[in-house]
């Protein structure tokens, strides 16, 4: 297992762009296959973005594709997802999550943040 915490949520204005970032400890983090899921109030958790192990393999769903960007820093442990132009729709708890596969799948990760409260106003 290994531990994630995650920041940099808040409130921003539609148009508006915010970086989360999510601090891994525990186990090596160059392991594990990073993700981004996120939940809307009354919503099933939904897949945003995963990063492979070195990353240079990245997948976004497609409410994310051409507005978010997911990168790691392996030596830092650290993952980021740059958000822009964000959208009321967007509004959610963040979960950062690690995986063993490659993988869009919530259930295949067995780790997961606390998560962080993004918020769009229009």
């Known amino acids: 297992q290994v531990q994630l915490v995650e920041s940099g949520g808040g409130l921003v204005q539609a148009g508006g762009s915010l970086r989360l970032s999510c601090a891994a400890s525990?186990?090596?983090?160059?392991?594990?296959?990073m993700g981004w899921f996120r939940q809307a109030p009354g919503k099933e958790r939904e897949f945003v973005a995963a990063?492979?192990?070195?990353?240079?393999?990245?997948q976004y769903a497609d409410s994310a594709k051409g507005r978010f960007t997911i990168s790691r820093d392996n030596a830092k442990n650290m993952v980021f997802l740059q958000m822009n132009n964000l959208k009321p729709e967007d509004t959610a708890v963040y979960y950062c999550?690690?995986?063993?596969?490659?993988?869009?799948?919530?259930?295949?990760?067995?780790?997961w943040g606390q998560g962080t409260q993004v918020t769009v106003s229009s």
């Open positions: 999550a690690a995986g063993s596969r490659y993988t869009i799948v919530a259930s295949d990760f067995a780790s």
């Open positions: 525990g186990r090596t983090f160059s392991w594990f296959t």
């Open positions: 990063i492979s192990l070195t990353g240079t393999n990245t």
